[in-house]
Protein backbone atom coordinates (compact mmCIF):
# COMPACT_ATOMS: atom_id res chain seq x y z
CA UNK A 1 0.00 0.00 0.00
CA UNK A 2 1.69 3.66 -1.04
CA UNK A 3 2.88 5.96 1.88
CA UNK A 4 0.24 8.20 0.65
CA UNK A 5 -2.68 5.65 1.62
CA UNK A 6 -1.35 5.06 5.19
CA UNK A 7 -1.96 9.02 5.84
CA UNK A 8 -4.58 10.52 3.73
CA UNK A 9 -7.59 9.37 5.12
CA UNK A 10 -6.39 10.91 8.14
CA UNK A 11 -5.16 13.60 6.52
CA UNK A 12 -7.57 14.76 4.36
CA UNK A 13 -11.24 13.67 6.82
CA UNK A 14 -11.81 15.35 9.82
CA UNK A 15 -13.64 12.24 10.62
CA UNK A 16 -11.29 9.81 10.40
CA UNK A 17 -9.29 11.82 13.04
CA UNK A 18 -12.31 12.46 15.10
CA UNK A 19 -12.62 8.02 14.46
CA UNK A 20 -8.95 7.91 15.34
CA UNK A 21 -9.19 9.73 18.57
CA UNK A 22 -12.35 7.95 19.64
CA UNK A 23 -11.61 4.51 18.97
CA UNK A 24 -7.32 5.23 20.77
CA UNK A 25 -9.01 6.26 23.89
CA UNK A 26 -11.35 3.25 23.82
CA UNK A 27 -8.49 1.25 23.30
CA UNK A 28 -6.56 3.00 26.34
CA UNK A 29 -9.72 2.55 28.65
CA UNK A 30 -9.91 -1.13 27.43
CA UNK A 31 -6.57 -1.51 28.49
CA UNK A 32 -6.39 -0.54 31.99
CA UNK A 33 -9.43 -2.54 32.80
CA UNK A 34 -9.32 -5.24 30.30
CA UNK A 35 -5.85 -6.47 32.27
CA UNK A 36 -8.07 -6.96 35.04
CA UNK A 37 -10.51 -8.85 33.55
CA UNK A 38 -8.31 -11.30 31.78
CA UNK A 39 -6.60 -11.61 35.03
CA UNK A 40 -9.61 -11.91 37.15
CA UNK A 41 -11.60 -14.09 34.98
CA UNK A 42 -14.05 -11.27 34.43
CA UNK A 43 -14.63 -12.15 30.62
CA UNK A 44 -18.50 -13.00 31.46
CA UNK A 45 -19.37 -10.09 33.64
CA UNK A 46 -17.77 -7.94 30.80
CA UNK A 47 -20.22 -9.62 28.16
CA UNK A 48 -23.27 -9.17 30.63
CA UNK A 49 -22.72 -5.64 31.39
CA UNK A 50 -21.81 -4.84 27.50
CA UNK A 51 -25.56 -6.60 26.95
CA UNK A 52 -26.98 -5.45 29.85
CA UNK A 53 -26.87 -1.91 29.14
CA UNK A 54 -29.11 -2.58 25.59
CA UNK A 55 -32.33 -1.99 27.55
CA UNK A 56 -31.07 1.74 29.02
CA UNK A 57 -29.85 2.30 25.90
CA UNK A 58 -33.25 1.56 24.10
CA UNK A 59 -35.32 3.14 26.88
CA UNK A 60 -33.45 6.29 27.09
CA UNK A 61 -33.17 6.52 23.00
CA UNK A 62 -37.26 6.18 22.83
CA UNK A 63 -37.08 9.28 25.61
CA UNK A 64 -35.11 11.62 23.59
CA UNK A 65 -32.50 11.24 26.12
CA UNK A 66 -28.77 10.69 26.11
CA UNK A 67 -27.67 6.66 25.64
CA UNK A 68 -25.01 7.22 27.86
CA UNK A 69 -27.55 8.17 30.97
CA UNK A 70 -29.24 4.91 29.63
CA UNK A 71 -26.56 2.62 29.61
CA UNK A 72 -25.37 4.01 33.06
CA UNK A 73 -28.59 2.99 34.74
CA UNK A 74 -28.77 -0.47 33.09
CA UNK A 75 -24.96 -0.89 34.38
CA UNK A 76 -25.99 0.14 38.06
CA UNK A 77 -29.51 -2.38 37.83
CA UNK A 78 -27.13 -5.45 36.22
CA UNK A 79 -24.72 -4.57 39.36
CA UNK A 80 -26.69 -4.80 41.92
CA UNK A 81 -28.65 -7.36 40.65
CA UNK A 82 -25.75 -9.71 40.49
CA UNK A 83 -24.29 -8.47 44.12
CA UNK A 84 -28.14 -9.26 45.63
CA UNK A 85 -28.48 -12.66 43.89
CA UNK A 86 -25.04 -13.58 45.21
CA UNK A 87 -25.55 -12.66 48.91
CA UNK A 88 -28.89 -13.36 49.29
CA UNK A 89 -29.35 -16.83 47.20
CA UNK A 90 -27.54 -19.82 46.83
CA UNK A 91 -26.82 -19.18 43.37
CA UNK A 92 -23.23 -18.97 42.30
CA UNK A 93 -22.33 -15.15 40.21
CA UNK A 94 -21.94 -16.87 37.46
CA UNK A 95 -25.81 -18.34 37.18
CA UNK A 96 -26.81 -14.66 38.50
CA UNK A 97 -24.72 -12.68 36.05
CA UNK A 98 -26.30 -15.45 33.31
CA UNK A 99 -29.84 -14.58 34.62
CA UNK A 100 -29.66 -11.22 34.55
CA UNK A 101 -27.42 -11.16 31.66
CA UNK A 102 -30.73 -13.37 29.36
CA UNK A 103 -33.20 -11.23 31.28
CA UNK A 104 -31.84 -7.59 30.51
CA UNK A 105 -30.94 -8.60 26.97
CA UNK A 106 -34.55 -9.85 26.30
CA UNK A 107 -36.16 -6.53 28.07
CA UNK A 108 -33.75 -4.95 25.40
CA UNK A 109 -35.57 -6.91 22.68
CA UNK A 110 -38.94 -5.84 24.38
CA UNK A 111 -38.28 -2.16 24.36
CA UNK A 112 -36.98 -1.85 20.97
CA UNK A 113 -40.01 -3.79 19.40
CA UNK A 114 -42.13 -1.07 20.28
CA UNK A 115 -40.76 1.24 17.54
CA UNK A 116 -41.29 0.82 13.89
CA UNK A 117 -38.09 3.56 13.48
CA UNK A 118 -35.43 1.97 15.88
CA UNK A 119 -33.88 -0.32 13.48
CA UNK A 120 -31.06 2.71 13.10
CA UNK A 121 -30.98 3.32 16.52
CA UNK A 122 -30.82 -0.77 17.47
CA UNK A 123 -27.66 -1.19 14.99
CA UNK A 124 -26.30 1.75 16.34
CA UNK A 125 -26.38 0.36 19.92
CA UNK A 126 -25.15 -3.03 18.72
CA UNK A 127 -22.08 -1.92 16.42
CA UNK A 128 -21.54 1.45 17.10
CA UNK A 129 -20.92 4.68 15.08
CA UNK A 130 -17.21 5.11 15.15
CA UNK A 131 -17.64 7.49 11.97
CA UNK A 132 -19.65 10.14 13.77
CA UNK A 133 -18.53 10.61 16.63
CA UNK A 134 -18.50 14.27 17.82
CA UNK A 135 -16.46 16.49 20.17
CA UNK A 136 -18.95 15.89 23.39
CA UNK A 137 -18.23 12.29 22.95
CA UNK A 138 -14.63 12.58 23.10
CA UNK A 139 -14.71 15.16 26.09
CA UNK A 140 -16.59 12.03 27.73
CA UNK A 141 -14.11 9.12 26.74
CA UNK A 142 -10.78 11.41 28.36
CA UNK A 143 -13.25 11.75 31.63
CA UNK A 144 -13.98 7.83 31.64
CA UNK A 145 -10.15 7.10 30.73
CA UNK A 146 -9.14 9.62 33.77
CA UNK A 147 -11.59 8.51 35.92
CA UNK A 148 -10.63 4.74 35.41
CA UNK A 149 -6.96 5.39 35.56
CA UNK A 150 -6.94 7.16 38.67
CA UNK A 151 -9.15 4.36 40.03
CA UNK A 152 -6.18 1.89 38.85
CA UNK A 153 -3.57 3.97 40.37
CA UNK A 154 -4.96 3.84 43.70
CA UNK A 155 -6.42 0.08 43.98
CA UNK A 156 -3.38 -1.09 42.38
CA UNK A 157 -1.83 -3.39 44.61
CA UNK A 158 -5.51 -4.69 45.97
CA UNK A 159 -6.37 -5.17 42.09
CA UNK A 160 -3.12 -7.38 42.07
CA UNK A 161 -3.12 -9.20 44.67
CA UNK A 162 -6.96 -10.01 44.06
CA UNK A 163 -5.24 -11.46 39.89
CA UNK A 164 -3.12 -13.95 42.42
CA UNK A 165 -5.92 -14.62 45.24
CA UNK A 166 -8.55 -13.56 47.10
CA UNK A 167 -7.02 -14.61 50.47
CA UNK A 168 -3.80 -13.25 49.55
CA UNK A 169 -5.53 -9.78 49.61
CA UNK A 170 -7.89 -10.29 52.42
CA UNK A 171 -4.24 -11.27 54.49
CA UNK A 172 -2.88 -8.31 53.16
CA UNK A 173 -5.82 -6.07 54.75
CA UNK A 174 -8.22 -5.53 51.87
CA UNK A 175 -11.30 -6.03 52.02
CA UNK A 176 -11.99 -8.33 48.74
CA UNK A 177 -15.91 -7.63 48.61
CA UNK A 178 -15.46 -3.80 48.35
CA UNK A 179 -12.06 -3.78 45.64
CA UNK A 180 -14.18 -6.76 43.75
CA UNK A 181 -17.50 -4.16 43.13
CA UNK A 182 -14.89 -0.94 42.81
CA UNK A 183 -13.95 -3.70 39.77
CA UNK A 184 -17.33 -4.16 38.05
CA UNK A 185 -17.26 -0.37 38.11
CA UNK A 186 -14.89 0.48 36.52
CA UNK A 187 -15.97 -2.23 33.52
CA UNK A 188 -19.01 -0.67 33.48
CA UNK A 189 -17.86 2.51 33.22
CA UNK A 190 -15.49 1.11 30.54
CA UNK A 191 -18.60 -0.21 28.77
CA UNK A 192 -20.55 2.86 28.98
CA UNK A 193 -17.19 4.60 27.62
CA UNK A 194 -17.01 2.49 24.35
CA UNK A 195 -20.30 1.28 23.65
CA UNK A 196 -20.89 4.49 21.33
CA UNK A 197 -17.72 3.89 19.45
CA UNK A 198 -17.50 0.26 18.85
CA UNK A 199 -20.88 -0.92 20.33
CA UNK A 200 -22.39 -3.08 22.68
CA UNK A 201 -21.81 -6.12 20.89
CA UNK A 202 -17.49 -5.54 20.30
CA UNK A 203 -16.82 -3.63 23.22
CA UNK A 204 -15.84 -7.06 24.73
CA UNK A 205 -13.54 -7.56 22.38
CA UNK A 206 -11.29 -4.68 23.18
CA UNK A 207 -11.48 -5.55 26.39
CA UNK A 208 -10.19 -8.91 26.03
CA UNK A 209 -8.06 -9.28 23.17
CA UNK A 210 -5.38 -6.83 23.53
CA UNK A 211 -5.09 -7.22 27.31
CA UNK A 212 -4.88 -11.29 26.23
CA UNK A 213 -2.18 -10.47 23.92
CA UNK A 214 -0.23 -8.31 26.84
CA UNK A 215 -0.37 -11.42 28.97
CA UNK A 216 1.32 -13.49 26.53
CA UNK A 217 3.89 -11.26 26.26
CA UNK A 218 4.37 -9.75 29.79
CA UNK A 219 4.91 -10.90 33.39
CA UNK A 220 3.95 -7.20 35.04
CA UNK A 221 0.81 -6.47 35.27
CA UNK A 222 2.32 -2.49 34.42
CA UNK A 223 3.86 -3.97 31.00
CA UNK A 224 0.84 -5.83 30.52
CA UNK A 225 -1.48 -2.58 30.63
CA UNK A 226 1.36 -0.97 28.22
CA UNK A 227 1.23 -3.65 25.59
CA UNK A 228 -2.54 -3.96 25.47
CA UNK A 229 -2.43 -0.21 25.47
CA UNK A 230 0.00 -0.59 22.12
CA UNK A 231 -2.17 -3.24 20.27
CA UNK A 232 -5.43 -1.67 21.28
CA UNK A 233 -3.83 1.44 19.45
CA UNK A 234 -2.21 -0.45 16.27
CA UNK A 235 -5.96 -1.97 16.24
CA UNK A 236 -7.45 0.96 15.76
CA UNK A 237 -5.02 2.73 12.93
CA UNK A 238 -5.12 -0.32 10.90
CA UNK A 239 -9.21 -1.44 11.44
CA UNK A 240 -10.26 2.48 10.49
CA UNK A 241 -7.46 1.84 7.28
CA UNK A 242 -9.22 -1.01 6.26
CA UNK A 243 -12.50 -0.40 6.56
CA UNK A 244 -11.61 3.24 4.57
CA UNK A 245 -10.15 1.42 1.83
CA UNK A 246 -12.69 -1.61 1.38
CA UNK A 247 -15.92 0.40 2.43
CA UNK A 248 -16.60 -2.35 5.73
CA UNK A 249 -17.36 -1.54 9.13
CA UNK A 250 -15.08 0.67 11.15
CA UNK A 251 -15.87 -0.69 14.89
CA UNK A 252 -15.65 -4.17 13.57
CA UNK A 253 -12.91 -3.66 11.61
CA UNK A 254 -10.88 -2.67 14.51
CA UNK A 255 -12.37 -5.46 17.07
CA UNK A 256 -11.34 -7.77 14.05
CA UNK A 257 -7.84 -6.36 14.05
CA UNK A 258 -7.84 -6.76 17.35
CA UNK A 259 -8.46 -10.21 17.68
CA UNK A 260 -6.26 -11.25 14.92
CA UNK A 261 -3.10 -9.83 16.69
CA UNK A 262 -3.93 -11.89 19.09
CA UNK A 263 -4.22 -15.18 17.53
CA UNK A 264 -0.72 -13.99 15.47
CA UNK A 265 0.94 -13.53 19.17
CA UNK A 266 -0.32 -16.71 20.85
CA UNK A 267 1.30 -18.92 17.67
CA UNK A 268 4.87 -16.85 17.55
CA UNK A 269 4.54 -16.67 21.60
CA UNK A 270 3.61 -20.76 21.71
CA UNK A 271 6.23 -21.40 19.05
CA UNK A 272 9.24 -19.70 21.09
CA UNK A 273 7.92 -21.53 24.43
CA UNK A 274 8.30 -24.50 22.13
CA UNK A 275 11.83 -24.05 21.40
CA UNK A 276 13.07 -22.81 24.67
CA UNK A 277 11.69 -26.28 25.83
CA UNK A 278 13.37 -27.94 22.98
CA UNK A 279 16.55 -26.15 24.04
CA UNK A 280 17.06 -26.84 27.89
CA UNK A 281 17.42 -31.06 27.29
CA UNK A 282 20.24 -30.15 24.62
CA UNK A 283 21.56 -27.85 27.54
CA UNK A 284 21.72 -30.62 29.87
CA UNK A 285 23.57 -32.87 28.09
CA UNK A 286 26.20 -30.44 26.50
CA UNK A 287 26.64 -29.35 30.21
CA UNK A 288 27.77 -33.71 30.97
Not at 17 to 23: D, F, G, P
Not at 31 to 55: E, K, M, N, Q
Request: hydrophobic residues 55%.
Amino acid sequence: MPGGALLDPFVANEFMRQALVASVLVALVCAVTGTYVVLRGLSFVGDALAHGVVPGIAAALLMGVSGVLGAAVSAAVMMTGISVITRKSRLSSDTAIGLLFVGMLALGVIITSRSRSFVGDITRILFGELLGVTTSDLLWQSGALALVSAAAIIAHRPFVLMSIDDGLARTSGFSVPFFHSLMLVLVAITVVASFQSVGTLLVLGMLVAPAASGALLARRVSSMMLIAAAYGTAASYIGLLVSYHYNLAAGGSIVFVAVALFGMTAVVASTVARRREAEVPHQHEHRH
